[in-house]
C-alpha cells in the first residue's frame, strides 16, 4: 500500500510559480514509477507529468513542457512538480498518482487527494 498526500498548491498570478509536493508512506515508494494529472472545472483529468522510479527518465504533456519539471526524492519518500511560468488555464487540482509515468491514467495504483492551484490572470 501506497498513501499520497500533496501540498503546495495556491492562489498565484499568471507568470508565477509553484512547486507542488507529493509525500508518500510505505517502503516501496523508491519501486514506483509516478505521475501528476490535473483536472480543472468540467474537464477530464489529464496528464501532466511522469517520472521512472530512478529518476532517470521523466515524461510530459505537450501543454507543460519547457514550463514544468518533476522529480524526487526517493529518501524523502517526496515527488515535486516544479511550476514557472504558469498560465490561467493551469488552473486545477492537481493530483499526484503511484505506479506508472505514463499518460494513461488506468495504469496507475494509488491516487492522492489533490491540492488546488489557482492561477489568476
Known amino acids: 500500500q501506497v498513501q499520497l498526500v500533496e501540498s503546495g498548491g495556491g492562489l498565484v498570478q499568471a507568470g508565477g510559480s509553484l512547486r507542488l509536493s507529493c509525500a508518500a508512506s510505505?517502503?516501496?515508494?523508491?519501486?514506483?514509477?509516478m505521475g501528476w494529472f490535473r483536472q480543472a472545472p468540467g474537464k477530464e483529468r489529464e496528464f501532466v507529468a511522469g517520472?521512472?522510479?530512478?529518476?532517470?527518465?521523466?515524461n510530459y504533456a505537450d501543454s507543460v513542457k519547457g514550463r514544468f519539471t518533476i522529480s524526487r526524492v526517493n529518501a524523502k519518500n517526496t515527488v515535486y512538480l516544479q511550476m514557472n511560468s504558469l498560465k490561467p488555464e493551469d488552473t486545477a487540482v492537481y493530483y499526484c498518482a503511484a505506479g506508472s509515468m505514463l499518460a494513461r491514467a488506468s495504469r496507475y495504483e494509488y491516487w492522492g487527494q489533490g491540492t488546488q492551484v489557482t492561477v489568476s490572470s
Open positions: 517520472i521512472s522510479w530512478s529518476g532517470g527518465s521523466t
Open positions: 510505505g517502503r516501496t515508494f523508491s519501486s514506483y514509477d
